[in-house]
């Protein structure tokens, strides 16, 4: 499954934030996004998953050569897309047990809030997918989020993108707040899900985890607009002389 960004332009409020920015994503691909605080990676993001406070002024996110404009972000995530968020929220009153379950059973088109046996084989996939991160089955009773450190709500963000199972998956800054330790994980499972066919638009401030996996782009944004593209040395180059190297 490919997703393609084509010459986006996207306003908040009245106020230019992307400009004309193109990139692609195929199966298997792993694209880096790059780009200083407030240059508009954490928003070409939420634009792609339908976030209603972003308004697409002229361009096209196509998935499969077929638009997603129309489409309400629920939508956009039944068809293929999942965002594991740069700072999940805090859900109070609601367990991991209840989301998970709710997450499986709505990819699949089942009731919503049907309860999951402890003894069926989903259920154990949802133990899996959270053991898979370093996160153990006393987790299921905790609520999303709640007292988490930043490692640990990324790891639950990890385990909820293999339960969704998406044919496209955006991370932004998974790597952020993140030890040694925890960076070797994510990437792991960054290499894993890529080797399984899944397309991957990586955005992050920094190359560290570029050490970690192969990548098949590097695109560079800066001011809302794309300025450089190229392999992973960019990424290294641009850690080095920041992001005036020239552009």
């Known amino acids: 499954m490919n997703l393609e960004v084509k010459n986006l332009t996207v306003n908040i409020e009245g106020k230019r934030i992307l400009e004309n920015v193109s990139l692609k994503v195929r199966s298997g691909e792993i694209v880096v996004l790059m780009g200083p605080n407030g240059s508009g990676k954490s928003t070409l ?72 046996s402890s003894a069926s084989k989903e259920y154990r996939q949802i133990i899996k997918a959270l053991e898979d991160v370093g996160l153990d089955e006393s987790y299921m009773d905790r609520e999303v989020n709640v007292g988490f450190s930043g490692g640990e709500k990324k790891r639950l963000e990890f385990a909820q993108a293999m339960i969704f199972d ?71 180059e641009i850690e080095e002389k920041g992001y005036n190297f020239g552009v």
């Open 166 to 236: 998406p044919k496209i998956l955006i991370l932004d800054e998974p790597d952020s707040g993140l030890d040694v330790e925890g960076v070797e994980l994510i990437a792991r499972k960054i290499r894993e899900m890529s080797e399984e066919g899944r397309g991957i638009l990586l955005i992050t401030h920094y190359a560290r985890l570029l050490r970690h996996i192969d990548v098949s782009q590097v695109v560079i944004i800066v001011g809302g607009r794309i300025v450089a593209t190229g392999d992973k040395n960019l990424a290294f």
């Open 45 to 116: 993001a939420l634009t792609i998953m339908g976030h209603p406070r972003y308004n697409v002024v002229s361009g096209d996110i196509l998935l499969e050569g077929k638009s997603l404009l129309d489409l309400y972000p629920e939508e956009r995530a039944l068809k293929g897309l999942f965002l594991v968020f740069q700072s999940p929220p805090e859900v109070k009153g609601v367990r991991i047990r209840t989301f998970l379950q709710s997450m499986n059973n709505k990819r699949k088109g089942g009731n919503l809030m049907g309860r999951i």
